[in-house]
């Protein structure tokens, strides 16, 4: 079993939907948790980062940190055709050096 | 100010030839990362590096090699390469705790696309 799940997706709205995107995870010890967003053949770069549980709003994204259940949660507000990309959450405990990744969601915003 | 650059973008071999990714940052980073992209996969760590003159094994080292001679630098070796390395290969940089606000965040470079026939 994997880390990290996340649902591949595709997933297609109109513009204006409001966007769920969501990962689980199985190991308790993750603490630092991220959203990062990477459009067709690019590198993926940081749209979101949080540290244990809660909320954190930035614009149109907001992220949300349950560890009593293992989920995480980025909202897309208003979403705009630009806003198609992969979407990769992404997770680290206390001491490690690198991420754990899930497989990401594949966003696509119809005009 | 480039960020992190990969050379090259893309890259066809022959199974068995060998080859070298090159990876540079020009951010002052300490950590220094591999990643693998494949469908379905997500990204996978292959190897990493916390400073000049040390490497060590990710999620899926094998088959693959590689050094740190300058800080600025990180190469990715396939000493053999097979079909299942057909992937895009992502380098990745980020501060250490020691160097300010650490949050892990990684600094991805735009990718090489290497296929292995």
């Keep these: 079993q994997k880390e990290v799940e996340q649902d ?5 709205v109109p513009e204006g939907a409001i966007v769920s995107l969501n990962c689980t995870y199985s190991n308790s010890a993750f603490q630092y948790f991220m959203w990062y967003r990477q459009y067709s053949r690019k590198g993926p770069e940081l749209l979101m980062y949080t540290y244990s549980s809660g909320n954190k709003e930035d ?17 897309i507000r208003d979403s705009q055709p630009s806003d198609s990309a992969t979407y990769l959450c992404a997770m680290r405990g206390t001491g490690r050096r690198a991420l754990t990744f899930g497989s990401g969601t594949r966003l696509q915003v119809q005009p | 100010n480039a960020g992190v650059t990969q050379t090259p973008k893309f890259r066809v071999l022959k199974t068995g030839q060998s080859m070298t990714l090159l990876c540079a940052q020009d ?21 990493y590096s916390v400073g000049e003159g040390t490497t060590a094994k990710g999620e899926v080292p094998d088959g693959y090699n ?3 001679l300058k800080k600025q630098n990180f190469l990715l070796g396939l000493e053999s390469a097979a079909p299942s390395q057909t992937s895009v290969y992502f380098c990745a ?3 250490s705790p020691g160097q300010g ?15 292995v026939l």
């Design chain 2, 66 to 68: 590689v050094s740190r």
């Design chain 2, 27 to 47: 951010m002052n980073h300490e950590y220094m990362y591999w990643y693998r992209q494949d469908p379905g996969m997500g990204l996978r760590l292959i190897h």
């Design chain 1, 59 to 75: 614009g149109r994204f907001t992220a949300q940190v349950d560890k009593s259940s293992k989920y995480i949660s980025l909202f």
């Design chain 1, 8 to 12: 591949p997706g595709p997933l297609s």
């Design chain 2, 93 to 95: 940089s980020s501060y």
């Design chain 2, 101 to 115: 606000v650490y949050t892990g965040e990684l600094f991805f470079g735009e990718g090489s696309r290497l296929t």
